[in-house]
Nanobody
Framework: VQLQASGGGLVQAGGSLRVSCAAS????????MGWFRQAPGKEREFVAA?????YYADSVKGRFTISRDDAKNTVYLQMNSPTPEDTAVYYC???????????????????WGQGTQVTVSS
């Protein structure tokens, strides 16, 4: 499975931005999809995941929405009301939906995209 993230850029605090991740190869519907992010000097952290259910980190709950379009083999992350603390490189990831134990654990994902930079200005 190859993942290609896109849609990152510069956004003002309080605005909105949607990042996308297109998958190729494999059977998209059999994968749980996740978004992680890594800010400079910080470890990679879980943001959101979607399989049959949606999961969110507390820091983004109520502001970000993850969705998927299996017909387009694409997962989205809609970011509303971002803050400068959301500035990071955002990575999409795919893991086996049937065997993954924790959607929030990066180790459960087998495939990773290259990342897309999101910068939130104050």
């Amino acid at each position: 499975v190859q993942l290609q993230a896109s849609g990152g850029g510069l956004v003002q605090a309080g605005g909105s931005l949607r990042v996308s991740c297109a998958a190729s190869g494999g059977t998209f519907s059999s994968y749980a999809m996740g978004w992680f992010r890594q800010a400079p000097g910080k470890e990679r952290e879980f943001v959101a995941a979607i399989g049959s259910l949606r999961y969110y980190a507390d820091s983004v709950k109520g502001r970000f929405t993850i969705s998927r379009d299996d017909a387009k083999n694409t997962v989205y992350l809609q970011m509303n009301s971002p803050t400068p603390e959301d500035t990071a490189v955002y990575y999409c990831a795919a893991g086996n939906i049937y065997t993954m134990r924790s959607r929030a654990n990066a180790g459960g994902y087998n495939y990773w995209g290259q990342g897309t930079q999101v910068t939130v200005s104050s």
